[in-house]
């Protein structure tokens, strides 16, 4: 299964963007979809996670309230909405995919390649 990322880009700050990650085939079932960011000089972080149902969601304390994960299983594609964005959002964001809730992040796989989110004040 090859993941990838699309739609990061450069925006101002307060404005808005919309990743996408789609899947090259299903995953195997019931599979968890996870985004995550790095950024220069540090380390990846988890931001948002997504049951296969999509009724269970998690996010980092750093987006709650500002990012909203989606899915649509048809299209074997996970969404990342992303409001009221900060310059300290600047980083590569990945998708990745876990076997259930609650896994490390190096438990995911596969990951995408990755797409530069740039926040400009």
């Known amino acids: 299964v090859h993941l990838q990322e699309s739609g990061g880009g450069l925006v101002q700050t307060g404005g808005s963007l919309t990743l996408s990650c789609v899947a090259s085939?299903?995953?195997?079932?019931?599979?968890?979809w996870g985004w995550f960011r790095q950024a220069p000089g540090k380390e990846r972080e988890a931001i948002a996670s997504?049951?296969?149902?999509?009724?269970?969601?998690q996010y980092a304390d750093s987006v709650k309230g500002r990012f909203t994960i989606s899915r649509d299983n048809s299209k074997h594609t996970v969404y990342l909405q992303m409001n009221s964005l900060k310059s300290e959002d600047t980083a590569v964001y990945y998708c990745?995919?876990?076997?259930?809730?609650?896994?490390?992040?190096?438990?995911?796989?596969?990951w995408g390649q990755g797409t530069q989110v740039t926040v400009s004040s």
């Open positions: 085939e299903r995953p195997p079932s019931s599979y968890v």
């Open positions: 990745a995919t876990a076997p259930g809730m609650g896994y490390a992040i190096n438990e995911y796989v596969p």
């Open positions: 997504i049951s296969y149902s999509g009724l269970n969601k």
